[in-house]
């Protein structure tokens, strides 16, 4: 593996020395001997406070604890919060839920789900469905997660709560720089590593410079066996570069202009997915040579691939009148997507189990390309009080507007030679089975405003809400074969919403707040896709042609919550728990349309998440800190969708879970940190975490193993096979140790120690006859990193 990226050297500001304690503390990473935990300042609601202080749940990780626990992308830091949790689907598609609403696997063909998480950069939202940018960690201050709706300051997206990458920012006060390097292996894989550097440059006493910049390899684990026996190793593998550059103009005291600019693109050459069923390559097949695929091992006949190229370009003007100052954020984001799957597999279910054309037909080579194309423009303008009076306020607007691309090709080059079958349509080309090309507009205007008003010294009231209008305009075009041909068909859906929050506040003592809320989060509705009638059989046609309304509806949840945050033995710990219920309704489920090999939504009437989350961290002694936290969400459904006959369809079903999220999630981390000599300080840190068990769609719940016929491909010696469909719970572990001083760091690390082998979520194809098999997580990684500030 070779490492020939360019990159700035620079050092991290002291923000990036914090270590952020999950029940509202950090603990500074260099402090001496006998310090007391640290408070972490925080700006989840648009304001600089202490994170004790904000009336709602709130987690916030720092950079060097991010780093400490072995966190290196979303998913890696949702498993140390509690309450927020990543279903990992595959390398750059990411589906994120906080207090267990979800409603069910995204998948790449369904570009009109909104998201239920909002996902921020700074004041930035790059939040997308499925796509949620997978940003590196290096020079951030921390990640906020704000658990409950936060629409009234971050609208639609945060119907269940919102995630915030908050960076570090251009400093006048000196020149500084950091670089950073590591090396790791992957058991059963490749090497990888990761170069980085950060600079901060004044270039006068009004301008300063900070660019931050980075190369990932990502080193593959995954062998994909071949038509014949042969095996391509480590075919997951891949890189990521980027580069974020920032300039801080502030010709007073009052005004600061702040461009910024950030690149970054990620190439992987496969997906994290092991297969244990293909109808392809499987152990039951007579008429040629069976196949038994080992552990992390897949079936491909082509290169599978995932490539994200992302701009965003943002300015922030802010200007402080004295009493109240003035934001202005401008975002502009630039977006392509390809997703490359061989759907060999899925293309032979229909070519060869379905229509029954020969081995020369279904053994065709069969890419579908799943592209997408993002240019969003969004202008907030707010503003907010900065005094010390009893009523602190915000109040502001917002203009959002998306223009999203979306196309899928599944091109067959020789199918019509080989069978004499006509394949190009209206819009299809010759040997492409499916083609579909879907553009829409989401536009948005919105109003908000909230207000902190103090009712007594120790009783604090917050009220605010936000006005939204919204609409989404989409044309839809289906070709092929495969589809239920639709050319030019014109689709829009229109909202407005009010989104209100009320919170109490009650301030026992200097050291404990107890608080209670009422909010409401909000999700847009939209257009489905038609059912791809010719590959549906007749008794799957006939259930899900009655489900597939052309449109879905708004989704909303009334949130409910109590809570309380203390300082805890004199300031060297800190308590934070927080009870919570969430009505949901019209909760937009994602439903697997079996042999159609389609998906719809559809809107079941009532859910509900109802549970708690509990963090705590505590200075144990002058050399150990300790820190836990842990959540229980009990999230069903509450209604059912039923057929004529009144059964429930799809596991639409009252008292189902909704999918993706467990009941139980928790994490333990010991932090070692003694000076050995000098300024020389030995640190260590153990993390263990644990992800209850989880389904991956609703209907996993029904008919648990399923049984399912197989297609006559390749004469199989049995004639069905039963599929496990729960995602166990796993554990995993993370130790790292090293030396550091102010000016460095090395350290050597382990992620995944007991080389735990999660089941993330389940892949499959054609309702589990094609393919049936699982995404999962890296095995044991061993590694060392050296990082120098200047």
């Known amino acids: 593996m070779t490492f020939n990226r360019t990159l700035a050297v620079a050092r991290t500001s002291a923000l990036a020395l914090l270590i ?7 603990v500074a990473q260099t402090r001496p001997p ?5 408070e972490l300042v925080v700006t989840a609601r648009k304001r600089d406070e202490a994170l004790i202080d904000v009336p709602f749940s709130v987690n916030a990780l720092g950079e060097a604890l991010i780093r400490q ?8 830091i949702s498993r140390n919060i509690a309450g927020f949790t990543v279903q990992n689907l595959g390398p750059g598609q990411s589906q994120v839920a906080i207090r267990g609403i979800s409603a069910g696997q995204i998948v790449r063909d369904q570009p009109g789900v909104k998201e239920q998480v909002g996902v921020y950069l700074d004041e930035s939202v790059i939040s997308l469905s499925l796509f949620t940018p997978d940003i590196d960690l290096f020079d951030l201050s921390r990640v906020e997660v704000l658990r409950g709706p936060q629409g009234t300051l971050y609208g639609s997206g945060s119907l269940s709560g919102t995630v915030r990458y908050i960076t570090n920012q251009p400093s006048l006060d000196g020149f500084a720089s950091t670089v950073e390097a590591t090396l790791s292996h992957v058991r059963h894989g490749e090497t990888g590593g990761e170069i980085k550097g950060m600079i901060n440059a004044p270039l006068s006493d009004k301008t300063a410079l900070r660019v931050a910049a980075y190369a990932t390899e990502f080193p ?5 066996v071949q038509p014949g026996g042969g095996v391509k190793k480590d075919v997951n593998g891949g890189s990521r570069q980027g580069v974020r550059a920032a300039l801080l103009i502030k010709p007073n005291e009052a005004l600061s202009i702040t461009p910024r600019v950030l690149y970054q693109t990620i ?15 499987n152990p039951y097949t007579t008429t040629r040579p069976a196949v038994t695929l080992g552990d992390l091992q897949q079936f491909t006949q082509l290169t599978e691939k995932f490539k994200d190229d992302f701009l965003l370009a943002d300015l922030n003007l802010a200007y402080d009148f004295g009493g109240a100052a003035l934001t202005s954020i401008s975002t502009y984001t630039d977006r392509d ?4 799957r061989d759907a060999t597999a899925l293309t032979g279910s229909i070519t060869g189990g379905s229509i029954g054309l020969p081995p020369a037909v279904y053994t065709l080579n069969a890419p579908l390309a799943d592209e997408t ?20 306020w915000v109040f502001g607007g917002f203009y959002g507007k998306v223009d999203r691309k979306y196309a899928q090709t599944l091109d067959v080059r020789g199918f019509t030679a080989a069978t004499g079958i006509p394949t190009a349509g209206a819009r299809a080309p010759t040997d492409a089975l499916y083609y579909s090309r879907v553009p829409y507009k989401l536009s948005q205007y919105a109003v908000f405003g909230e207000g902190t008003y103090a009712l007594t010294d120790r009783l604090d009231l917050t009220a605010g809400g936000r006005w939204a209008s919204y609409k989404e305009t989409r044309t839809l075009t289906f070709d092929g074969i495969f589809a239920d041909v639709t050319i030019d068909v014109p689709g829009k859906v229109k909202s407005d919403n009010f989104a209100p929050r009320v919170i109490l506040a009650y301030k026992a003592n200097d050291d404990l707040t107890i608080n209670a809320q009422a909010s409401k989060g909000f999700r847009l509705g939209g257009i489905n896709d038609p059912l791809n009638r010719p590959l549906c059989n007749a008794a799957d046609f006939a259930t899900f042609n009655a489900l597939a309304k052309p449109t879905f509806g708004n989704e909303t949840v009334w949130n409910y919550e109590t809570g309380l945050k203390t300082r805890l033995g004199g300031g060297r710990g800190s308590l934070a728990v927080a009870a919570f219920l969430a009505k949901i309704e019209n909760l937009q489920a994602t439903v697997d349309a079996g042999s159609c090999s389609s998906r719809l939504i559809v809107n079941v009437p009532k859910a509900e998440s109802r549970g708690a989350e509990a963090e705590f961290s505590y200075r144990l002694s002058e050399a150990f800190d300790f820190t836990a936290s842990a959540s229980y969400n009990n999230a069903e459904l509450s209604s059912s969708v039923t057929d004529a006959n009144g059964a429930p369809i799809q596991g639409l079903r009252d008292g189902n879970r909704l999918p993706t999220v467990p009941k139980v999630q928790a994490a333990v981390s010991l932090n070692y940190a003694r000076p050995v000599r000098d300024a020389l300080t030995a640190f260590g840190n153990v993390t263990w975490q644990y992800v209850g068990d989880r389904y991956t769609q609703i209907s996993d719940q029904e008919d648990n193993p399923r049984t399912v016929p197989l297609f006559p491909i390749g004469a199989p010696s049995v004639a069905s096979l039963s599929f496990p469909l729960k995602l166990p719970s796993y554990q995993g572990v993370n130790l790292r140790v090293g030396l550091r001083n102010e000016a460095w760091e090395a350290a050597v690390f382990v992620n995944n120690l007991t080389d735990e082998r999660a089941k993330l979520s389940i892949d499959r194809e054609r309702g589990l006859r094609a393919r049936y098999g699982y995404q999962t997580n890296p095995p044991r990684t061993i590694g060392a990193t ?5």
């Open 337 to 340: 997507v390809l997703v490359l």
């Open 20 to 26: 952020a304690a999950p029940a509202g503390a950090v």
């Open 69 to 76: 626990r072995g966190a290196t992308n979303i998913e890696d």
């Open 373 to 392: 194309a993002v240019k969003s423009f969004t202008q907030e303008l707010r503003l907010a009080s900065t005094g010390e009076g009893k009523l602190q």
């Open 220 to 224: 593959g684990f995954i062998d994909a």
């Open 786 to 790: 050296v990082r120098r500030s200047f």
């Open 34 to 38: 006998g310090d007391l935990v640290e």
């Open 267 to 281: 190439d992987v050459s496969g997906f994290n997915r092991v297969d244990l069923f293909n109808i392809l390559a």
